[in-house]
C-alpha cells in the first residue's frame, strides 16, 4: 500500500503562485508514476499533471505552460508548481500514485489519492 500526505495550497490572488507537495511512504512500485488531480465543487475530477518517476511528464491543455510538476531525487515527493493563478483554479486538489504502466491523466486508473488539499485563487 502507498502512504500519501500533501501539504501546501491556501489562497492566492488571480496572476499569483502557489505550490504543493505530496510525500508518498510505502512501496514504491505503487508510486513509479505520482499524479496531481484537482475537483471543484458540482465537476468531475481533472487531471492536471502526471510524472513517471522523475523524466516522463504530461499535461492537460489546462495547465500546460502555467504548472509544473516534479519530483525529488529518491522520488517519494512530488511536487506542483503552480503560476499565473486563474479563478478557474480553485479546487481541491489530489495527488494519486500508480504502478509502472499508467500514463494517462484518468481519474478512474488511479487506486490510493491523497487527503486532498484546498487551493483558492480571488480576483
Known amino acids: 500500500q502507498v502512504q500519501l500526505v500533501e501539504s501546501g495550497g491556501g489562497s492566492v490572488q488571480s496572476g499569483g503562485s502557489l505550490s504543493l507537495s505530496c510525500a508518498a511512504s510505502?512501496?514504491?512500485?505503487?508510486?513509479?508514476?505520482m499524479a496531481w488531480f484537482r475537483q471543484a465543487p458540482g465537476k468531475e475530477r481533472e487531471g492536471l499533471a502526471l510524472i513517471a518517476f522523475s523524466t516522463y511528464t504530461k499535461y492537460a491543455e489546462s495547465v500546460n505552460g502555467r504548472f509544473t510538476v516534479s519530483r525529488d531525487n529518491a522520488g517519494n515527493t512530488m511536487y506542483l508548481q503552480m503560476n499565473s493563478l486563474k479563478r478557474g483554479d480553485t479546487a481541491v486538489y489530489y495527488c494519486?500514485?500508480?504502478?509502472?504502466?499508467?500514463?494517462?491523466?484518468?481519474?478512474?486508473?488511479?487506486?490510493?489519492w491523497g487527503q486532498g488539499i484546498q487551493v483558492t485563487v480571488s480576483s
Open positions: 494519486a500514485p500508480e504502478a509502472p504502466g499508467g500514463l494517462e491523466l484518468d481519474a478512474d486508473t488511479f487506486k490510493y
Open positions: 510505502g512501496n514504491s512500485y505503487y508510486y513509479y508514476t
